[in-house]
């Protein structure tokens, strides 16, 4: 909806601007509440099936032919601005933030996997950050998201985690997954990367809350190879 929302906003501008620069207007009381009202009430539909019909326009042009009275000609610009704004935003899929952040994630990440498969984000309120965080004694410590991490990918993968000691120590040997810690201290976060055989793998990003310095899980990528080569231990490319 974040996208379709922009839109309407830049339409209703372009409106504005079009009857400033080029539109004699009329004194008429309340016109610009009157302009804003017509071109809202073109967003109106009636939908019969998957077709929707633009009632809200019908409604306006009988008002504007019939009713109305001065800057008629602005009043049926505005009613198509209106029909504009709303054809367009049935052209553009409805995208949310959430949904923005995530193209964002991929595209900035994309260069360093063959393919991603899903981006997950989370707040640092979000539940998930308790429910991976079990087996961590103290959050506040730069090596939480190692373990954090581990439970999120186990959990995801349905294994059962035998203790703390085992799933900082065996499970990698024994689930046979290759895994990375990357810190970087000047931004308050850590990267984290496993990968089982066969290249499928998990990326994710903890940083540090500033009220109460714990580290929680921002987002994580599920992907499909790196790119390249893996990050290294004294890597800065990542």
Same mark, same amino acid.
């Given at each position: 909806? %974040?996208?379709?929302?922009?839109?309407?906003?830049?339409? %209703?501008?372009?409106? $504005?601007?079009?009857?400033?620069?080029?539109?004699?207007? !009329?004194?008429?009381?309340?016109?610009?509440?009157?302009?804003?009202?017509?071109?809202?009430?073109?967003? %109106?539909? %009636?939908?019969?099936?998957?077709?929707?019909?633009?009632?809200?326009?019908?409604?306006?042009?009988?008002? $504007?032919?019939?009713?109305?009275?001065?800057?008629?000609?602005?009043? &049926?610009?505005?009613?198509?601005?209106?029909?504009?704004?709303?054809?367009?935003?049935?052209?553009?899929?409805?995208?949310?933030?959430? #949904?923005?952040?995530?193209?964002?994630?991929?595209?900035?990440?994309?260069? &360093?996997? #063959?393919?991603?498969?899903?981006?997950?984000?989370?707040?640092?309120?979000?539940?998930?950050?308790?429910?991976?965080?079990?087996?961590? !004694?103290?959050?506040?410590?730069?090596?939480?998201?190692?373990?954090?991490?581990?439970?999120?990918?186990? @959990?995801?993968?349905? !294994?059962?985690?035998?203790?703390?000691?085992?799933?900082?120590?065996?499970?990698?040997?024994?689930?046979?997954?290759?895994?990375?810690?990357?810190?970087?201290?000047?931004? &308050?976060?850590?990267?984290?990367?496993? !990968?089982?055989?066969?290249?499928?793998?998990?990326?994710?990003?903890?940083?540090?809350? @500033?009220?109460?310095?714990?580290?929680?899980?921002?987002?994580?990528? #599920?992907?499909?190879?790196?790119?390249?080569? &893996?990050?290294?231990?004294?890597?800065?490319?990542?």
């Amino acid at each position: 909806m %974040l996208l379709q929302g922009v839109l309407l906003l830049v339409v %209703l501008s372009l409106l $504005v601007s079009s009857v400033l620069v080029y539109a004699k207007v !009329e004194k008429e009381n309340y016109f610009w509440v009157k302009i804003v009202v017509f071109f809202l009430l073109s967003l %109106l539909t %009636l939908n019969l099936g998957s077709i929707p019909i633009p009632l809200g326009f019908l409604a306006g042009l009988w008002f $504007v032919s019939y009713k109305a009275k001065g800057n008629i000609p602005i009043k &049926r610009l505005a009613l198509v601005f209106g029909v504009a704004g709303f054809v367009m935003t049935q052209i553009i899929p409805a995208v949310s933030f959430e #949904e923005l952040q995530s193209i964002q994630k991929i595209q900035q990440w994309s260069s &360093r996997f #063959e393919h991603i498969y899903a981006v997950h984000d989370y707040e640092p309120t979000s539940p998930i950050q308790k429910k991976i965080s079990g087996f961590v !004694e103290d959050r506040t410590d730069v090596d939480a998201g190692i373990a954090m991490m581990r439970t999120w990918v186990l @959990q995801q993968k349905n !294994e059962k985690i035998k203790s703390r000691k085992w799933l900082l120590s065996d499970a990698a040997d024994e689930l046979a997954f290759w895994w990375h810690s990357s810190r970087r201290d000047e931004f &308050r976060k850590t990267y984290e990367f496993i !990968e089982f055989k066969g290249g499928k793998g998990y990326f994710g990003v903890f940083k540090q809350d @500033q009220n109460n310095e714990q580290y929680y899980l921002d987002f994580l990528i #599920e992907f499909d190879h790196f790119k390249n080569a &893996r990050p290294t231990l004294m890597g800065t490319s990542w």
